[in-house]
């Protein structure tokens, strides 16, 4: 299994405004001196601070320093985001943790939203992707991210993706971290997991996994998730 890293911490907007469909994503997002984007955290949510795991590619870390972006939107797009902070740390700080990233709002009339605690009732998915040899790539990006089945029966709203864990990868499987706010799940509503090994412009999909049915009351054993070759 590949050698992974892991930044913990959590991300603390100053407001969490109700969207007209589902709830604002938190996001971090880690990157190179040279700006590559090496792995990347999301999450809606309903309250602030979001606790946060993101485990990186040691192979990736050849820099002494990373910068890690943390932003707040509601929609796609760089109006939709709400709040925003950077931060450029050394890995060995990055990976001592917790690290605690208080996002500032932008100037664009920020509402009058109070702010709900940490609930303890944020589920924790924790899980490990491999990729059999035949499929492993030199350069690619692994995405798990657990969706919402919308009622026409598809996943492509905004608001269907609930929580996200995107690598960087050169080797041959990692773990990942899911949280998610059970508030921002729809009642009745089924929910998957998607995992996926994109190449580094998202347009061709290598290998790929699903969990349909996902029961967050009493999660699955996701400990050994086998990507297989796509169907054409």
Same mark, same amino acid.
């Given at each position: 299994?590949?050698?992974?890293?892991?930044i913990?911490?959590?991300?603390?907007a100053p407001? =969490?405004?109700?969207?007209?469909?589902?709830?604002?994503?938190?996001?971090?997002?880690?990157?190179?001196?040279?700006?590559?984007?090496?792995?990347?955290?999301?999450? %809606?949510t309903?309250?602030?601070?979001?606790?946060?795991?993101?485990?990186?590619?040691? %192979?990736?870390?050849?820099?002494?320093?990373?910068?890690?972006?943390?932003?707040?939107?509601?929609?796609v797009?760089?109006?939709?985001?709400?709040?925003?902070?950077?931060?450029?740390?050394?890995?060995?700080d990055a990976?001592?943790g917790?690290?605690?990233?208080?996002?500032?709002?932008?100037?664009?009339?920020?509402?009058?939203?109070?702010?709900?605690?940490v609930?303890?009732?944020?589920?924790?998915?924790n899980?490990?992707?491999? =990729?059999?040899?035949?499929?492993? %790539?030199?350069?690619?990006?692994?995405?798990?991210?657990?969706?919402?089945? %919308?009622?026409?029966?598809?996943?492509?709203?905004?608001?269907?993706?609930?929580?996200?864990?995107?690598?960087l990868?050169?080797?041959?499987g990692?773990?990942?971290?899911?949280?998610?706010?059970?508030?921002?799940?729809?009642?009745?509503?089924?929910?998957?997991?998607? =995992?996926?090994?994109?190449?580094?412009?998202?347009?061709? =999909?290598?290998?790929?996994?699903?969990?349909?049915?996902v029961?967050?009351?009493?999660?699955?054993?996701?400990?050994?998730?086998?990507l297989?070759?796509?169907?054409?």
């Amino acid at each position: 299994m590949t050698k992974t890293l892991e930044i913990t911490g959590t991300l603390s907007a100053p407001f =969490i405004p109700q969207l007209s469909e589902g709830w604002p994503r938190l996001t971090l997002r880690v990157s190179s001196t040279a700006g590559q984007t090496l792995g990347t955290f999301s999450a %809606q949510t309903t309250v602030s601070p979001m606790p946060f795991r993101l485990y990186l590619d040691s %192979q990736n870390l050849e820099d002494a320093e990373v910068t890690l972006e943390a932003l707040c939107t509601a929609g796609v797009g760089a109006e939709a985001v709400l709040a925003r902070t950077t931060r450029t740390t050394s890995i060995a700080d990055a990976i001592s943790g917790p690290l605690d990233l208080s996002l500032e709002a932008l100037d664009r009339g920020t509402p009058d939203v109070k702010i709900r605690s940490v609930s303890p009732s944020i589920i924790e998915l924790n899980g490990e992707v491999i =990729i059999p040899p035949e499929l492993r %790539q030199e350069a690619a990006i692994l995405d798990v991210t657990l969706l919402v089945i %919308q009622e026409d029966g598809y996943s492509n709203r905004y608001s269907s993706n609930l929580a996200e864990h995107s690598l960087l990868l050169n080797g041959d499987g990692a773990p990942f971290t899911l949280f998610i706010d059970p508030a921002t799940v729809p009642d009745g509503r089924q929910v998957k997991l998607n =995992i996926g090994l994109y190449d580094l412009e998202r347009k061709t =999909i290598f290998a790929g996994n699903s969990v349909k049915d996902v029961d967050l009351s009493a999660p699955p054993d996701l400990s050994m998730l086998i990507l297989r070759k796509p169907r054409r």
